[in-house]
């Protein structure tokens, strides 16, 4: 009988199957080997860090954060990780460098070579390249065969945080796309069906006609998702805020918005 993988193993396994996956589907293989970590950085769902560990060797830190694995699908949660993917392209590879934390046309055209288009808005129209990008799956694009196969064949992730980081997480993916998904797809096959459409945070667990599903079920399903996390208790008149890249300490109010200018992230507090 083989043992049961500890789950620190089996959650970084799975981000790891999926970056060697995505490496070779969509990326030629070209990518290094580098540390993929879990972070909580709010409203960042990840990031890239170049030479950030040192031991053996020097290692990138390429890092995602449960805080959003189950407020959006599986399908948007590859998609940041493809994202993050693209700035490891973009550093390794002999092309123009684009400055810590901006997008640039480089790193934009390599999105939308791999199927994923740079949007400001995470809608058609934004704005292709800037400091702070989203982006959404582009119709036909190599991303939205390769994470089709990837989720047919049986990819999952395991784990998720118990709490939503937001009561409403609008779906980057479209109509269009979703439809072409579940054309191809066995209306009894329910697990591929929740793993493209469906977030772990809900309150329910509804059953749907999966042949007439559209894009306006989903928007209406996740208005019922996530609990949303407790308050932040206040420790005073100071709070600690911290910047989960590089570990930039302050202290203000605990109401304060802070960004750490280095990385372009919000700091959290503790």
Known sequence: MVAPKKPTIEAY???????????????????????????????TLGYFSP???????????LAMNPDYFGTYSLVETLST????????????MPVKKARRGYHDRIWGEKME??????????????????????????????????VYD????????SWY??????????TKINKAV??????VTDPNDKELISKLTKTIHKKDNIERDTATFTIEDEENEREEMAIPKPPIKGTGTRTK????QCGLNVWAKPTANIYCGDCDVKLETH
């Open 161 to 170: 945080d118990k709490w939503g980081v937001e009561l409403y997480a609008p």
């Open 13 to 43: 396994t799975e981000l790891q199957q999926a970056y060697d996956y995505f490496n070779q589907t969509l990326f030629d293989g070209d990518l290094p080997d580098l540390m993929i970590t879990f972070q909580r950085g709010k409203h």
């Open 81 to 92: 990780l493809v994202h993050e993917m693209v700035h490891v392209w973009q550093h390794y």
């Open 178 to 183: 979703f439809d072409d998904w579940l054309r």
């Open 150 to 157: 990837l989720l047919k064949n049986g990819f999952s992730i």
């Open 113 to 146: 070579q791999v199927g994923l288009m740079p949007s400001n808005t995470a809608r058609e129209g934004g704005k292709k390249t800037g400091q702070q990008m989203d982006h959404y799956i582009i119709r036909g694009g190599r991303f939205q065969t390769a």
């Open 51 to 61: 030479e950030r560990f040192i031991g053996k060797s020097k290692l990138s830190e």
């Open 241 to 244: 805020f911290t910047c989960a």
